[in-house]
């Protein structure tokens, strides 16, 4: 008899297991917040929300009717995995045009959203065992991804009285032989901290001088307020060790179409194309044509939404200085705020729950970002001044 052919009544190991790898993810602590608080809203609690990272503005008219357009034109098939050749052209011109520098649309790779872009670059770069440089507190989905690939994070401390900002000279020291790339994040979630052009500079000069590469995600470059934003790109970093994410998610108040993208030198692009014509094969092809209309068409909607989100930031960061126990830095960008709730004497997992339970507002433990989030909450301000005021008073009221 063939023994590798199992009768059915041999009993053997439950085939439910799932792959090891998966138990290296994380999941953002924004969704899961989100539905705990829709649980709270169908028993009939009010909830403010103040958790998700996600702009409260319709996406612009003009940008909505290219989609239609291009449905109704017939556009419903595959495009190249890179993206469409306008689009990609589109981008080149913009980001030339905004980082100040030569981009090519061979240099440009269109994802659904900007979150698969920063998945691919890790997983075309980074091998088991090599090390990533992030920042800590920082956005979640960096360090799962780093430990999906049994890559291994490197952690830099922000620090509150730098408006968390990072020790270049810390970043130095942190340097080893395995380190492969460095992820930065200006404007960043979650504290909107804006990196300097000097700090950018001395980057990229680490970069050269010990070659590692550097993953800039610059989703919120737009959602910027006292200073002109300064991209790392624009300052002429080693192209050939550089990574530089955006996307149209934040800007366009575009999260549910999934529309990003990344500039990288061709061999980057080369691997990338690997993994996207493997994985999701292209960019859903009408988004893409809403992408070209985006950066083409007029920019008032952009600055509209960026004044509002100024207006707001100035109104919760004053509110929450005005709650005991509460201290909160002005952010220069994005739109969250990240208070240090240290003298309520609670720790920020639990003032988190306290607040949604007791206060009915939505918001996130500084945890969920990394150990480093211990003793802050982040607030999304992505809600009308209205809504925002009513937070503020129940905050106060119930602490
Ligand atoms: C820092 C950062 N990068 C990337 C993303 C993902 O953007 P997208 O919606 O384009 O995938 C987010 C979303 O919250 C983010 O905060």
């Not at 809203?41 to 909830?47: H, P, R, S, T, V």
């Not at 090599?130 to 780093?146: C, G, K, M, Q, R």
């Not at 979630?189 to 001088?209: C, H, M, Q, W, Y």
């Not at 802050?376 to 809504?387: G, H, T």
Request: charged letters at 20%; one cysteine or more; glycine letters at 8%.
């Amino acid at each position: 008899m063939d023994k590798t052919i199992l009768s059915p009544s041999i009993s053997r190991e439950p085939n439910d297991r799932l792959a090891d790898r998966i138990s290296f993810l994380g999941l953002e602590g924004a969704f899961q917040v989100l539905a705990k608080a829709k649980q709270l809203e169908k028993q009939g609690k009010e909830i403010i929300h103040l958790e998700i990272g996600e702009p409260d503005f319709k996406t612009p008219n003009n940008i909505t009717k290219a989609a239609i357009q291009s449905l109704n034109s017939g556009e419903t098939y595959y495009t190249p995995s890179s993206g469409f050749p306008e689009l990609k052209e589109q981008i080149a011109y913009y980001i030339s045009h905004t980082r100040n520098a030569e981009v090519s649309s061979q240099e440009v790779f269109v994802t659904p959203g900007a979150k698969m872009m920063i998945f691919f670059a890790i997983m075309a770069l980074v091998e088991k065992g090599e090390e990533v440089i992030l920042s800590d507190p920082a956005y979640p989905t960096y360090h799962s991804l780093i430990q999906l690939v049994e890559g291994t994070p490197v952690f830099l401390t922000l620090d509150e009285n730098k408006n968390f900002t990072f020790d270049i000279k810390e970043l130095e020291r942190k340097i080893t032989h395995k380190t492969r790339m460095l992820i930065l994040n200006s404007p960043q979630n979650p504290t909107g901290s804006v990196l300097s052009s000097e700090d950018l500079e001395r980057i990229a000069f680490l970069s050269k001088k010990y070659d590692f590469w550097v993953l800039s995600d610059e989703i919120y470059s737009r959602i910027v307020y006292d200073t002109p934003y300064t991209s790392y790109y624009s300052i002429h970093p080693p192209k050939n060790r550089t990574i530089l994410i955006d996307g149209f998610s934040k800007t366009y108040a575009m999260t549910g179409w999934r529309l990003g993208y990344g500039i990288m030198p061709n061999a980057l692009i080369e691997a990338v194309t690997k993994l996207a014509n493997n994985t999701h094969a292209c960019t859903c092809t009408f988004v893409q044509k809403a992408g070209i209309e985006a950066l083409a068409g007029p920019q008032e909607e952009v600055e509209k939404m960026t004044a509002e989100f100024k207006k707001r930031r100035d109104c919760i960061v004053q509110g929450l200085n005005e709650i005991p126990g509460f201290h909160c830095q002005n952010p220069g960008g994005a739109f969250y705020v990240f208070p240090n709730i240290q003298k309520t004497g609670m720790t920020s997992g639990k003032l988190a729950d306290f607040l949604l339970e007791k206060a009915g507002v939505a918001c996130l433990s500084g945890k969920a970002f990394g150990a480093g989030g211990e003793g802050f909450l982040r607030f999304s301000y992505a809600n009308s001044i209205e809504k925002i005021q009513k937070a503020l008073a129940q905050i106060k009221n119930v602490l």
